[in-house]
């Protein structure tokens, strides 16, 4: 079956630091990748996405490149604020079979002043 | 946003009781999913579905069914809660043709 795997957390980082949280996946085919977000208290909001090897995904200073030959989706910025201090989730969407994303299990990241 | 509402937001219910949780979207999705949240798990799939009356069991369905009797609806129902079940459950929705999926705020049921 289809699985995510992201690093364990929590990341501690000072700000303006540069961030890379691993994500890696198994799936069949051809799936498309996610990045979410969830501030504390909150649902998850879609930071970026991929749906295709090679695409790279970027909103808001992040980034990650859909990596079909090592099936990875690293999550980086270069210069991170106290306001990006939240968990982050990698996913994936298959483009057959079951319609329904699949998570890793979320990487916090604290940035201190 | 996606207009996707969860209700209750917050419930707190005793062992053996039933317990119902409502997603209510206004965009006309036909996908509707329900996940739950625990520490160290992520989100891991309870149930979707994929029309009305079209519905089927995730990874983690055991004690929870699932209804949908129009588009906008996709109810989620503990049939006897245990404390297992406390947990955060979000209600997730998508369509075809758009990859991402999106979510709810989100209901913290507590089950003492």
């Known amino acids: 079956g289809n699985s995510v795997t992201q690093m364990e957390g929590p990341v501690t980082l000072s700000e303006e630091a540069f961030l890379t949280i691993n994500c890696t996946y198994t799936a069949t085919g051809y799936p498309s990748l996610f990045w979410y977000v969830q501030y504390p208290g909150e649902g998850l909001q879609l930071l970026l996405k991929a749906t295709k090897a090679d695409d790279k995904g970027s909103n808001k200073g992040f980034e990650a490149t859909y990596r079909k030959e090592t099936t990875s989706f690293h999550l980086e910025k270069g210069s991170v604020q106290v306001s990006d201090s939240a968990v982050y989730f990698c996913a994936l969407m298959p483009d057959t079979g079951r319609r329904a994303l699949t998570f890793g299990s979320g990487t916090r990241l604290q940035v201190q002043p | 946003d996606a207009g996707i509402t969860q209700s209750p937001r917050h419930k707190v219910t005793e062992t053996g009781t039933p317990v119902t949780l409502r997603c209510h979207q206004t965009?006309?999705?036909?996908?509707m999913y329900w996940y739950r949240q625990d520490p160290g798990h992520g989100l891991r799939l309870i149930h979707y579905s994929y029309g009305v009356k079209d519905t089927d069991k995730g990874e983690v369905s055991d004690g929870y069914s699932v209804s949908r009797s129009k588009t906008e609806d996709f109810l989620l129902t503990l049939e006897s809660a245990t404390s297992s079940q406390t947990s955060v459950y979000f209600c997730?929705?998508?369509?075809?043709?758009?990859?991402?999926?999106?979510f709810g705020q989100g209901t913290r049921l507590t089950v003492v």
């Open positions: 997730a929705i998508s369509e075809e043709g758009i990859p991402e999926a999106f």
């Open positions: 965009e006309n999705h036909r996908y």
